[in-house]
C-alpha cells in the first residue's frame, strides 16, 4: 500500500534553470496539494489540484511557477528559471475526497530544493 | 485568512517526563489535524478532532479539541525519544479543502 511518492528527493539546480518535480498520490485518492516549507519557516499552501484541474492556486506565486495534474500520470509542479529564494522543501500531499469532507491529507517525503 | 499559533515554539523534556504543546486558531476551527515531522522527512498523520469537546488518543499521545476557545492540546505522556520531532496543527477555513498548518513545535526528548 504505497503512499504518496515523490520524486526526486533531491534536487539541485543552478539559477536560472529550470525544476521539475514529481508527485503521485495514494491509490485512490484524486486531489493533490503542494506546499513549500522555507528554512526555519513553516508549511505553506501553495496549490490544490483534482485531475486535469486547478481548484485553488491562492498560494502560487504569480510568475515562474506552475503545477498540473493531468489524467494519467502523476502531479508536476515546475518553476521557471529559478532563483535562490526558491531553495526550500516542497511537499506533495494527496486525499481521496475535497471539499466539504474532513479527510486528511496523507504526505509524501518531499523534494528538496537548492538552487546554487 | 485564518491563522494558527502553536506554543511553545520549541521544547526540551527529559525522558519520560508529560508535556503539552497549544494551538489556538484565529479563527472558527473546522476540524483540527496533528501532524508529526521528523527531520528531512514529510508529515506523519496523528490524529483529527472534529468536534467541540472530542479528545483522542494514540498510544502515549492525546489531543483535545477546544472549539469554543479556538484551541486544541497535544499532550504526550511518559515522553520517549521516538516523540522527538516537529509537531504541526493543521486546519480548514470553512469549507476549503486545503490546510493552513501552524509554525510547529519542535520537541527535543533528553536521555
Known amino acids: 500500500n504505497a503512499g504518496v511518492m515523490q520524486n526526486p528527493r533531491h534536487l539541485v539546480r543552478r539559477r536560472g534553470q529550470e525544476a521539475r518535480l514529481r508527485c503521485s498520490p495514494m491509490k485512490g485518492h484524486s486531489h493533490v496539494y503542494w506546499y513549500r516549507q522555507l528554512p526555519e519557516e513553516g508549511l505553506k499552501f501553495m496549490v490544490y489540484?483534482?485531475?486535469?484541474?486547478?481548484?485553488?492556486e491562492s498560494g502560487m506565486p504569480k510568475e515562474r511557477f506552475s503545477a498540473e495534474f493531468p489524467k494519467e500520470g502523476p502531479s508536476i509542479l515546475r518553476i521557471q528559471q529559478v532563483v535562490r529564494g526558491d531553495s526550500a522543501a516542497y511537499f506533495c500531499?494527496?486525499?481521496?475526497?475535497?471539499?466539504?469532507?474532513?479527510?486528511?491529507?496523507?504526505f509524501g517525503n518531499g523534494t528538496r530544493l537548492t538552487v546554487t | 485568512s485564518q491563522e494558527l499559533e502553536q506554543s511553545p515554539q520549541s521544547l526540551i523534556v527529559q525522558e519520560g517526563k508529560n508535556l503539552t504543546i497549544n494551538c489556538t486558531s484565529s479563527k472558527t476551527l473546522y476540524g483540527l489535524y496533528w501532524y508529526k515531522q521528523k527531520y528531512g522527512e514529510g508529515l506523519i498523520f496523528l490524529m483529527m478532532?472534529?468536534?467541540?469537546?472530542e479528545e483522542k488518543s494514540h498510544e502515549k499521545i492525546t489531543a483535545k479539541l477546544d472549539e469554543k476557545k479556538q484551541q486544541s492540546s497535544l499532550h504526550i505522556t511518559a515522553s520517549q525519544p521516538s516523540h522527538a520531532g516537529i509537531y504541526l496543527c493543521?486546519?480548514?477555513?470553512?469549507?476549503?479543502?486545503?490546510?493552513?498548518f501552524g509554525t510547529g513545535t519542535r520537541l527535543q526528548v533528553t536521555l
Open positions: 489540484l483534482q485531475k486535469e484541474n486547478i481548484i485553488d
Open positions: 478532532l472534529q468536534k467541540g469537546g
Open positions: 493543521g486546519a480548514r477555513e470553512g469549507t476549503a479543502s486545503k490546510l493552513t
Open positions: 500531499a494527496s486525499s481521496p475526497t475535497g471539499t466539504g469532507e474532513n479527510s486528511p491529507l496523507h
